[in-house]
């Protein structure tokens, strides 16, 4: 046993994905300790805000100022404040109106700025120019005139009572706060959902309530397919012709279509993760049981099993000592396939809308299902679903890293 | 097949001897019109073909026959491995009762069997210690106290000139082939069968081990009056340790009797012909019938 396992540690495939995995167990074990709180709370308003640090803008106000004369201050501030889609439309306004654009380079943005001070009008109409366009053009045309303009901002209190407004500070460009004294600064490394909620953290816990529904279905189907195996293999017979009437019924049907038809008649109010585990591993026994039964047919006949029953031993006594342990590293491998395919059985019924209930617990099905309900893949949000496409690849990459892994220690044939 | 008569018409000086009572012992195991068919509808395969066969106790028979004409199926069912598909099997002059677990177990008791690859003959995973408790709880021993189990193991290990002490908590791979098939006779002495069904025990170990494991079934025979069932292709070796000899082609047995009357005047052609191909080293030896 212990060679066994040393010789499993020697194998680089199982190690490299055994160590992703472990990172990834690591990670769902760490995280929630450094960053407690619900996963499904909504702690923004709007839908899909990027990823990055979030300051309060009341509390820089608040807090208090140093000055600084940063040299490119004034050049940051114009970069920042067009976009490259600004750029771009700014362009077409250019060549729409007969402005020679030849030689502009759309990154220069005072050249930009320039030209477009010089000939920008908001009366002009160019033909076949939408309403909506015609407006932007001018929200950006002020957006341009107030950046490169103004050099102070006022902030305004207003009294209740009397309802007269009054100055309360004046903001100037070269006013400066340090984040440190800002009360309130959130850092969303991966933004938020449509729902405003903390997309990392949701895909931490999503990624365990995943591992979880894998594991518990990769155990349901492994230890269904061993038991039907092991006694379908041994006995033989009529015990044999029942159970493989029964697996090749359920080999004819597309295992998917029957989870998506179980599921269907599920209610959602009853979906839990576990029943979606439960159901996806009570589907997927089928080839664990062929092939356990097609290794135990080749056991059953060896010598150390005559001598076993030769001395005496009973049945389950034959299967658990004789059978069993010549067969566990295939029951491993097994273990580890239906963990992977649990866990993309459980992303695949969720992206149709029938994985567990939406209100309890994150899954990454369910992400991908709310990315997809809110056209994250269509707005550009791909915070939202574009890490959870990664971190399912990364889970199933280990986990099939293992297994060839294992393979090769198990199978001196495939060793390199 | 002038050229491959017998040289001599009886057994060489150091032979084992046959007891002259033996075949007016009672029987020990017989069976009548014995068949085994493998497969169901157009896919029949016929491995042993309505054989009849009587061995009585205290007798060393050999089965002899080519890989592939039955020996192993025949010594299966004889074990109670394999079933019968037709035929009756005595066990000591009654019919035997194999259908429940129980009577299983009991005739295990009574029947025990070597087999031919050592290597794979023990569970790989089960310590020697665990080998030899279990035939000491077969016999009945299960309640002993430890120290006479570890006296019975010690005396069954000696009996094979292994030492108990430098077996105790190793595997069985752990051993050599030779070692191993000591252990399996080990066993044997331990359960102290009715018969013996050796199928092939030597035919996987080198020539200093074999005479080892033949001086040891004969000990045990001696000892304990057991029935050697001993099932080779190596027709000399049968000629020089058996008392009956079985000659056994495509499933059935084409000719039986004593060693001597087997071996010095053979009538089935399958006869002359696996004596033919003993491989001679003083002799020209034709290759045309291998």
């Not at chain 1, 100055?167 to 400066?176: A, C, G, L, P, V």
């Not at chain 1, 039907?228 to 090749?248: P, S």
């Amino acid at each position: 046993m212990k060679n066994t396992i040393r010789q499993v540690f020697h194998s680089p495939k199982f190690v490299v994905g055994f160590c992703i995995f472990m990172a990834i167990l690591l990670t769902l074990f760490i995280y929630p300790l450094l960053n407690p709180g619900n996963p499904l709370q909504m702690i923004g308003l709007g839908t899909f805000a990027r990823p990055g640090t979030y300051v309060s803008v009341y509390d820089g106000v608040t807090s208090p100022f140093s000055t600084f004369k940063l040299p490119q201050a004034d050049a940051n501030r114009l970069d920042s404040l067009l976009t490259t889609e600004d750029r771009v439309n700014m362009v077409n306004w250019f060549s729409l109106n007969g402005v020679d654009v030849a030689g502009l380079d759309i990154t220069d943005t005072q050249a930009m700025i320039a030209l477009w001070k010089q000939h920008f009008d908001p009366a002009i109409r160019p033909q076949g120019m939408t309403k909506a366009m015609r407006n932007y053009y001018i929200r950006l045309n002020t957006s341009i005139l107030g950046a490169s303009s103004a050099d102070a901002l006022v902030v305004s209190e207003t009294d209740e009572a009397t309802g007269e407004a009054s100055e309360k500070s004046k903001i100037t460009k070269t006013d400066y706060v340090n984040v440190a004294d800002v009360a309130n600064v959130v850092t969303l490394p991966l933004g938020t959902d449509n729902f405003g909620r903390d997309t990392l953290k949701q895909l931490v816990a999503a990624c365990g309530v995943s591992i979880l529904i894998g594991l518990i279905a990769g155990a349901v189907a492994t230890a269904l397919g061993l038991l039907l195996g092991l006694l379908a293999g041994y006995l033989g017979g009529l015990v044999d012709d029942i159970i493989m009437f029964f697996t090749n019924i359920f080999t004819v049907i597309p295992s998917f279509v029957l989870l998506i038809l179980i599921n269907y008649s599920i209610s959602q109010d009853q979906r839990g993760a576990g029943t979606v585990a439960l159901v996806i591993g009570l589907t997927s026994w089928v080839w664990t049981t062929r092939s356990v039964r097609s290794q135990v047919l080749s056991l059953r006949g060896r010598d150390h099993v005559n001598l076993s029953r030769l001395s005496g031993h009973s049945l389950p006594r034959i299967i658990l000592t004789d059978i069993l342990p010549y067969i566990a590293s295939y029951v491993v491998m097994a273990f580890i396939l239906q963990v992977s395919s649990g866990i993309l059985a459980e992303a695949q019924l969720s992206l149709l809308g029938l994985g567990p209930k939406t209100t309890e617990v994150p899954t990454l099905g369910l992400m991908m299902n709310w990315a997809m309900l809110y056209s994250a893949h269509l707005n550009g949000s791909w915070w939202a679903y574009f890490p959870v496409i990664l971190v399912i690849a990364l889970i199933s990459f280990s986990l099939n890293l293992m297994n060839t892994g294992l393979d090769q220690v198990f199978n001196p044939t495939l060793r390199d | 097949m002038t050229m491959h008569e017998p040289q001599s018409q009886s057994r060489a000086a150091g032979a084992p001897q046959t007891p002259a009572d033996v075949h007016s012992r009672p029987l020990c195991l017989s069976g009548k019109g014995v068949t085994k068919v493998f497969g169901v509808g157009g896919k029949q395969t016929l491995a042993v073909d309505h054989v009849d066969f009587a061995f009585h106790e205290g007798e060393l028979v050999s089965i002899v026959g080519e890989s592939g004409s039955g020996k192993t199926t025949l010594a299966k069912m004889l074990l109670g491995l394999l079933s019968v598909t037709e035929g009756e099997i005595s066990f000591q002059g009654k019919p035997r009762d194999i259908r429940t677990r129980r009577a299983k177990k009991e005739y295990w008791k009574g029947i025990q069997a070597i087999f031919q690859d050592p290597f794979s003959s023990f569970n790989v995973f089960n310590k020697i210690d665990t080998v030899l408790l279990d035939c000491i709880h077969m016999t009945g021993g299960r309640r002993l106290p430890y120290a006479e189990k570890t006296r019975l193991m010690e005396e069954a290990c000696s009996f094979v000139n292994l030492k108990f002490a430098e077996l105790t908590n190793k595997y069985p791979f752990e051993l050599s082939g030779g070692q191993m098939q000591r252990l399996m006779i080990a066993r044997v002495f331990l359960l102290k069968p009715k018969i013996l069904l050796a199928d092939e025990p030597t035919s996987m170990i080198d020539a200093c081990s074999r005479a080892t494991i033949l001086d040891m079934l004969l000990q045990l025979r001696d000892e304990i009056g057991m029935t050697i069932l001993f099932i080779t292709h190596d027709i000399g070796l049968a000629y020089y340790i058996s008392d009956s000899v079985y000659i056994m082609e495509h499933g059935r047995f084409v000719e039986h009797g004593t060693a001597d009357e087997v071996i010095c005047a053979p009538k089935a052609a399958y006869t002359k012909r696996l004596i033919g191909d003993v491989p001679k080293i003083y002799e020209p030896w034709d290759l045309s019938t291998v």
